[in-house]
C-alpha cells in the first residue's frame, strides 16, 4: 500500500504541475485520475485535492488569463470527483453513510492514545495499535457490542474518544504529533532494522530530504 500510494501522488503532484504549465484538457483528465486512484488508495491525501484545485485557479508563472486557470482546475476537480463516485455510492449503499471508509476512528484513537508509542517507532505502529486496542475495558467492549455491525457508529465512537484525549491533553497531542513527523521523515527507518539497514536507510534518505527542504 505504501509504495503504490506514494507512486500515485508523486505522480498526481507531477502532472500537476504540468497542467499549471500548459492547461491541456488531456492532462488535467490524467491528473485528477491520479489524483483519485492516490486518494483510493489512501483516503488521507483527500484534503490535498482541494488545495491542488484551489492552487491551479491562482495566477501562474505562464500567465495564463483566469478564464483557463478555472477551466483546468474544474477538469481536475470534476474528474477527481467522477472517479471517486463509484466508490461513494457503494459505500453509501453498506455502511449507510458518504465517506470514503471507515477507518478513521480507529487511527484518531489509536494515533492519540497513551499507549501510541509503546512499540512504535522502534517497532511496527501495528504493534502499538494492537495493544491499544487491546487496553480496551470491558465497558467500552460492551458499548461497542451495543452498535453491532454499523461501521460509522463504530468509527464515530473511536474519533470521539480520540478527540477527547486530544481536548484533554492539546501540548500532549502537539508533542506526540512532532514524535510522529521525526518518526516519519527522520534519519532513521520506522520500523527499525539493525545497523546496516540504519546506514543504507540514512545514505538514501537523508540527502533526499535536505534537497526537499533546500527546495521547498
Not at 49 to 61: E, K, N, R, S, Y
Not at 122 to 131: A, K
Not at 186 to 195: D, F, I, T, V
Amino acid at each position: 500500500e505504501g509504495g503504490l500510494f506514494t507512486f500515485l501522488s508523486t505522480l498526481a503532484l507531477w502532472l500537476l504541475l504540468v497542467v499549471a504549465v500548459q492547461r491541456r484538457v488531456a492532462l488535467a483528465l490524467a491528473a485528477g485520475l491520479a489524483l483519485a486512484a492516490a486518494i483510493l488508495t489512501r483516503a488521507t491525501l483527500a484534503p490535498f485535492a482541494g488545495f491542488a484545485v484551489f492552487w491551479l485557479c491562482l495566477p501562474d508563472a505562464s500567465g495564463h488569463p483566469l478564464r483557463r486557470r478555472l477551466g483546468s482546475a474544474a477538469v481536475v476537480a470534476c474528474t477527481t470527483a467522477l472517479a471517486l463516485a463509484p466508490w461513494l455510492v457503494r459505500a453509501h449503499g453498506l455502511p449507510g453513510a458518504w465517506g470514503l471508509g471507515t477507518e478513521t476512528g480507529v487511527s484518531v484513537f489509536v494515533g492519540n492514545h497513551p499507549m501510541t508509542f509503546s512499540v512504535y517507532p522502534e517497532g511496527s505502529i501495528d504493534r502499538s495499535r494492537s495493544q491499544v486496542l487491546g487496553s480496551l475495558t470491558s465497558t467500552d467492549r460492551a458499548e461497542l457490542d451495543a452498535l453491532g455491525k454499523n461501521e460509522v457508529a463504530r468509527s464515530d465512537w473511536f474519533r470521539d474518544r480520540g478527540v477527547q484525549a486530544i481536548t484533554a491533553e492539546p501540548g500532549t497531542y502537539a508533542g506526540n504529533g512532532l514524535r510522529k513527523l521525526w518518526a516519519a521523515f527522520g534519519p532513521l527507518p520506522s520500523p527499525r532494522h539493525g545497523r546496516l539497514r540504519y546506514l543504507a536507510y540514512a545514505a538514501g534518505w537523508v540527502p533526499l530530504l535536505l534537497l526537499g527542504t533546500a527546495g521547498l
